[in-house]
């Protein structure tokens, strides 16, 4: 059993099909463009999230969406690697794309490796602070286990992003996936080249939710420990 590395620098780019939706015709494309940056000797870590909606059903909107913010401390224990401190969600989208309200709340998660595999959970909750009062309110917590089996030559298996979300204004769960994911590091002979592909199943039926999500991410490791095993999914 082994500590998983100090987070790298790192940019992505993650394509996120959803082929159909639970009670809506049509189909939905976004491109999730993502960051993470460790400072103070990678002590900590900033991560952010933009949303790009490319193509939605008919009479929704595309654009930007709002801006996902993540501040979190870096703590080994034992075998293990936490990762505690909160999230931001900035309203930068317009109209339908985001929610018109600033939001925060803690987040955290926690991973750890033994022998080909590693394991562990990320978890993320938040709630609206500041927004016109004519738009609802904002109130999530958000799930994703992690499970990853190493395979020969950099390639991987386990579970897709699977984020599972309560929301406390509607009071209930509106994404309950089941997913698997297929992964390759070492892209083309770079050790900083990575990247994966999820094929997702949601059994919750909510209004607006996909049924079937599938998710193409590139990631580059700037700088940072060329370790496939480090505390570095952008997932949230």
């Excluded at 991973?111 to 562990?120: E, K």
């Excluded at 390759?184 to 002979?189: D, E, N, Q």
Aim: glycine letters at 10%; proline letters at 8%.
């Amino acid at each position: 059993m082994s500590t998983p590395a100090p987070p790298s620098t790192t940019v992505s780019t993650e394509d996120e099909l959803s082929p159909n939706y639970q009670n809506e015709s049509g189909s939905s494309n976004v491109v999730n463009l993502r960051a993470q940056i460790p400072y103070d000797e990678s002590a900590w870590i900033v991560r952010l999230k933009l949303p790009m909606v490319t193509a939605a059903p008919a009479k929704a909107v595309t654009g930007a969406g709002d801006l996902a913010l993540w501040d979190l401390g870096v703590v080994n224990a034992g075998h293990g690697q936490w990762l505690v401190g909160a999230t931001l969600r900035i309203p930068t989208a317009r109209d339908s794309l985001g929610s018109n309200k600033y939001s925060i709340g803690p987040a955290g998660g926690y991973l750890t490796q033994r022998g080909p595999v590693t394991f562990g959970f990320s978890l993320n909750t938040f709630f609206s602070i500041i927004g016109p009062s004519s738009y609802p309110g904002v109130g999530k917590t958000q799930i994703e286990p992690a499970l990853k089996y190493a395979l020969p030559g950099g390639w991987s298996v386990g579970l897709s992003t699977m984020q599972y979300t309560y929301d406390w204004v509607r009071n209930r769960w509106t994404d309950v996936p089941v997913g698997l994911r297929v992964g390759k590091s070492g892209i083309g002979g770079s050790k900083a080249l990575d990247a994966h592909f999820d094929v997702e199943r949601n059994l919750a039926v909510a209004a607006d939710s996909p049924a079937w999500t599938i998710r193409a991410l590139l990631r580059y490791k700037i700088a940072g420990p060329q370790s496939p095993t480090s505390n570095e999914d952008e997932n949230e």
